[in-house]
C-alpha cells in the first residue's frame, strides 16, 4: 500500500489549480464568440433577405415594362410612372417591402431599379438592371432583352 506524502497531494492540487485557470479563461471567450456569431448570422439572414426583396423589385418592374407598351414609352419620355417610381412601397411577400423605379437609361434603355428592406428596416439593398427597347420604335412592342 502507497502513502501520499504531502509532495504527491500538492502536485495534484497545483494541476486543478491549472485547469480551473485554464476555464476561467477560456469559458467567457467562447460565450463572447458563441454570441457574436448568433449577430452576424441574423444580420447575414436579413441583408440575404433584402437582397431577394430587391430581385423581387426587379422582376415586377420587368413585367411591368413586358405588359405595357405605354410604360416603356413614357419611361423612354421621361414621365415618371406612379407606383414605379420608388412612390409606393410593395409588401407582397413576407420579411420585408420594396420599391420600383422605371426610368429612362438612354434613349434606347430603360432601368429598373429595385429598393429591398428587411421587415425590421434595419438592411437595404439595392439592384439595378437596365433592359434595351433597340434602336428603332418598332422594337418597344417586342420582348426586352436585359443588356449586362
Known amino acids: 500500500m502507497k502513502i501520499l506524502t504531502c509532495r504527491t497531494s500538492g502536485q495534484l492540487l ?20 458563441v454570441q457574436r456569431e ?18 423581387s423589385a426587379v422582376e415586377r418592374g420587368y413585367m411591368q415594362l413586358i405588359v405595357s407598351t405605354s410604360v416603356v414609352t413614357n419611361a423612354l419620355a421621361g414621365i ?14 413576407s420579411g420585408g417591402t420594396y420599391e420600383i423605379r422605371i426610368a429612362s437609361h438612354s434613349s434606347t434603355s430603360v432601368s429598373v431599379t429595385g429598393v429591398g ?26 420582348l426586352l432583352e436585359p443588356s449586362i
Open 38 to 55: 448568433s449577430a452576424w448570422t441574423v444580420k447575414q439572414s436579413r441583408s440575404t433577405r433584402a437582397a431577394q426583396l430587391a430581385e
Open 117 to 142: 428592406r428587411d421587415r425590421d428596416q434595419k438592411e437595404v439593398r439595392a439592384i439595378k438592371a437596365i433592359y434595351s427597347t433597340g434602336a428603332d420604335s418598332r422594337m418597344r412592342s417586342r
Open 14 to 33: 497545483i494541476g486543478a489549480l491549472a485547469l480551473l485557470l485554464i476555464l476561467a479563461i477560456s469559458v467567457p471567450a467562447i460565450i463572447t464568440y
Open 80 to 93: 415618371a410612372i406612379t407606383g414605379y417610381n420608388l412612390d409606393l412601397s410593395y409588401s407582397d411577400s
